[in-house]
């Protein structure tokens, strides 16, 4: 038996109604529904809508993303290290 | 507090210190009902729970904060120790008291769900309040790991905070004066970033947050990070290029974190670094 394959036709009409039902992220002064919840109010079963959002989760950058990331977090860390120690020289360029 | 001993709250916390955490609080189960979704509240977890137990601490040093390298951060993660004391308190009260005790675990329910939500966990626990860049903050000790304990013990629920830590002093002197705050300038969402707010009235308004963008910071070398790299070999049909991928420092720092580590890491620290609120400058020598 496989492991459960979500449709990728089904991912791409209901990715988007996912992320913004759902509590994988964190939005101001709005909780999240359910897995259940929502796929009841997008006439879904549980598990789809699970699928749908576990996938959505990773799928909204590229890797892109993630290298600037490390950029972002280097050039940060020197900055708050030169203040911290009173350190000019260590400032990023 | 009917079917406990008088004071089984304050010893509780008394153990929770002893054994080695900042600040300990107990929420009222039912409190969760209102934020938490279905499936992420205690009773979902345990039926018939009636509190959960709150511990805070292993915060970051002050040679943590200004390590030049981000990686210090993110492979010295201390949020295993108070992850300890959570089980520890789990023990006591099934031992000391005869009452179911979970332990919330630390990783997630699916996708990048946790089981329950350990910040709003604390915030209800009256051990911190949200920042406006997000993580909890407690009002003595700033920045903090967190863990928890659900149990059908019916410990005496301790108020929400009502003064938070967020803004400090200093981060309303500076939007007086430049319209903006340390964790915002380090990280604005109008420039590549994952936040935008803004004080009013002296409290912390946030108006915009990418949590997306921030999940890409905080699991760089992460489950998503090793995903998308996987994605991108299987997509590459150059043998060589294949080889450059995986074995090249993005993919090879994710394993070491993934295989290191049975929990969650966070491995962005930025909007905290720079918060008086979080740890403030305290000078060493």
Sequence with gaps: ?93 | MADLPPGSAAKLKSVALESGATVCGVADATAFDAYAPEKHRPGDLLPGARSVVVVGGAQPREGDWAATSPWVMQTMGTTERIQGVGRRLAQYIESEFGYYALYVPPGTASGDTPFLSLMLAAELAGLGSRSLAGPVLNREHGFMYWSAVITTAPFEADGVETSPACPAPACREMWDRERTTPCLATCPGSNGGCLSGKLENGRAVRTFYDAARCNTRVHTHWVGGFQKVLEETLNEPDRDKRKMLLYGDFFTRSLWAITYSSTNIAQCFECMRVCPAAHGLREMR
């Design chain 1, 1 to 93: 038996m496989a492991v459960f394959k979500l449709d990728p036709e089904v991912y791409k009409c209901y990715k988007d109604e996912v992320l913004k039902l759902c509590n994988s992220f964190q939005k101001i002064d709005q909780p999240g529904l359910s897995d259940k919840q929502i796929a009841e109010r997008l006439g879904l079963d549980e598990r789809t809508v699970t699928e749908i959002r576990c996938v959505a989760e990773r799928d909204c950058y590229s890797l892109d993303e993630w290298e600037k990331a490390i950029e972002f977090k280097r050039k940060a860390t020197l900055e708050w290290s030169a203040l911290a120690l009173k350190r000019p020289d260590l400032k990023p360029e």
